[in-house]
């Protein structure tokens, strides 16, 4: 199936074109859906791993090599990807790619971070299908630091949920 994916690229990949269902695809390949389907799955599940693995080969000429965290509603996805231009916070980020995996393809910049491993650097982006508020971000910060909201609630309950304990603690703000 991968070859076959490979030599036609182009087809493909070609933007003039109605965009292919994976029906269409598999039928086009002479594939059965289900086996084109089930090895569509396989490959991206390799795309993946071999990105955890060696995520240098993604950097694909470009200037810095990110990783970069995926929320939507929950989901969460992680891939390393190489950009000509950190984005900087709030920025609208669009991947097609990760679309699968979590559901959407159009995220904005939560956060961008600096690490630094034996004299490399690298980014650290999060980003997240929420439209951005940083009012509301701030709210819930202050209930972490008084301890209103405990870090375990922080990092697993929904913002959404976080959202109503902080709106309820702080009416008077």
Request: net charge negative; proline share 2%; hydrophobic share 35%.
């Amino acid at each position: 199936m991968h070859h076959w994916l490979i030599n036609n690229y182009d087809f493909i990949s070609d933007e003039n074109r109605e965009r292919l269902t994976i029906k269409k695809v598999a039928e086009l390949s002479g594939i059965k859906y289900q086996d084109f389907s089930k090895g569509l799955k396989l490959l991206y599940d390799d795309i993946l791993d071999e990105n955890f693995k060696h995520p240098e080969k993604f950097l694909l000429g470009k200037k810095y090599l990110c990783d970069v965290s995926f929320d939507y509603l929950g989901c969460r996805s992680f891939m390393s990807l190489g950009l000509n231009a950190i984005p900087k916070e709030w920025e609208g980020f669009d991947f097609e790619f990760i679309l699968p995996r979590c559901g959407s393809a159009s995220y904005y910049v939560k956060s961008v971070g600096h690490k630094i491993n034996n004299n490399s650097h690298g980014f650290d982006i999060s980003v997240t299908s929420e439209y951005p508020n940083k009012y509301s971000d701030l709210l819930i910060e202050k209930g972490v630091f008084h301890r209103e909201i405990s870090f375990h609630d922080y990092l697993f309950l929904e913002k959404r949920r976080l959202e109503e304990i902080v709106y309820k603690l702080y009416n008077d703000l």
